[in-house]
Nanobody, 124 residues
Framework: VQLQASGGGLVQAGGSLRLSCVASGRISRYAVAWFRQAPGREREYVAGFSRSGGYTYYGDSVKGRFIISRDNAKNTVFLQMSSLKPEDTAVYYC???????????????????WGQGTLVTVSS
């Protein structure tokens, strides 16, 4: 599946942004996640769904501030980001895989499809 991420931009600390990830196929067939990568740092898990949608996971640094959701009819996954902090600045990527197991959901190496990334910059 091909993924197209969008919605990044420049926002002040405390502000909000909503990222979108549109898939070329039926998103309901995939486990989907958002990762982010800041300069000089490893790719970090942000949030994601299991393939069934029955499990939703958040990275510790975004719990309570970010919400992941999806619209299966539009094959789109969203990441609503609130109370943004300068340390949230990064390129955000969406990723998907049709067969990833629950224990591997937070590991980027297990995802077979990636979007191109969208830059989020949070100013202090």
């Amino acid at each position: 599946v091909q993924l197209q991420a969008s919605g990044g931009g420049l926002v002040q600390a405390g502000g909000s942004l909503r990222l979108s990830c549109v898939a070329s196929g039926r998103i309901s067939r995939y486990a989907v996640a958002w990762f982010r990568q800041a300069p000089g740092r490893e790719r970090e898990y942000v949030a994601g769904f299991s393939r069934s949608g029955g499990y939703t996971y958040y990275g510790d640094s975004v719990k309570g501030r970010f919400i992941i959701s999806r619209d299966n009819a539009k094959n789109t996954v969203f990441l609503q980001m609130s109370s943004l902090k300068p340390e949230d600045t990064a390129v955000y990527y969406c990723a998907a895989d049709p067969s990833i197991i629950l224990s591997s959901l937070r590991s980027p190496e297990h995802y077979s499809s990636w979007g191109q990334g969208t830059l989020v910059t949070v100013s202090s």
